[in-house]
């Protein structure tokens, strides 16, 4: 069992982004991916939820596009714009737009081929088990607990549907 954290931990203020490390990620599967993330679920407390500040520098992207059997995910734009990719649309976001992710549904992906930085609050689940599909890469991503294991996308069916 985890600590207990104080109630005053439990607060994350906009003054403490300062004191907070940004974490660089360039996704393994996609060349193209920069994010730089805030974690404030995990300085929060929250174990069951992920929930992040994002920031996608100009002319990159997030992640690779992807899509979850069991998490749903979602994000909502707080500054600058980019486009969503969902299944085989793009669309344009912009501050106030909210984006959600169902588990089991479209591969969905973040570009940001604008001149200033994309931000975004997002957010998903934190199941302890979990498939994760990378059309464009051909592989699949099976994670239990913190373990993953990636395996090759065979000819045939896709995962999801």
Same mark, same amino acid.
């Given at each position: 069992?985890?600590?207990? +954290? !104080?109630?005053?931990?439990?607060?994350?203020?906009?003054?403490?982004?300062?004191?907070? @490390?940004? &974490?660089?990620?360039?996704?393994?599967?996609?060349?193209?991916? &920069?994010?730089?993330?805030?974690?404030?679920?995990?300085?929060?407390?929250?174990?069951?939820?992920?929930?992040?500040?994002?920031?996608?520098?100009?002319?990159? $992207?997030?992640?690779? !596009?992807?899509?979850?059997?069991? $998490?749903?995910?979602? @994000?909502?734009?707080?500054?600058?714009?980019?486009?969503?990719?969902?299944?085989?649309?793009?669309? $344009?976001?912009?501050?106030?737009?909210? /984006?959600?992710?169902?588990?089991?549904?479209?591969?969905?992906?973040?570009?940001?081929? +604008? +001149?200033?930085?994309?931000?975004? @609050?997002?957010?998903?689940?934190?199941?302890?088990?979990? /498939?994760?599909?990378?059309?464009?890469?051909?592989?699949?991503?099976?994670?239990?607990?913190?373990?993953?294991?990636?395996?090759?996308?065979?000819?045939?069916?896709? @995962?999801?549907?």
């Amino acid at each position: 069992m985890t600590q207990q +954290k !104080k109630p005053r931990d439990l607060v994350v203020r906009d003054a403490d982004h300062a004191g907070m @490390l940004e &974490e660089s990620f360039h996704h393994p599967f996609n060349p193209n991916s &920069e994010l730089h993330r805030f974690d404030l679920g995990g300085r929060a407390g929250l174990s069951h939820l992920g929930i992040s500040v994002i920031r996608v520098p100009s002319q990159r $992207e997030s992640f690779a !596009k992807h899509s979850h059997a069991a $998490e749903e995910e979602w @994000l909502f734009v707080l500054r600058g714009r980019g486009l969503v990719e969902i299944g085989d649309e793009s669309y $344009e976001i912009a501050p106030g737009d909210f /984006v959600g992710f169902p588990a089991g549904a479209h591969a969905h992906h973040v570009r940001n081929p +604008k +001149k200033e930085d994309l931000v975004y @609050l997002c957010g998903g689940e934190r199941t302890a088990v979990d /498939v994760i599909e990378y059309p464009a890469a051909g592989r699949r991503v099976v994670r239990v607990a913190r373990e993953m294991t990636v395996y090759p996308v065979q000819a045939g069916e896709p @995962l999801f549907r």
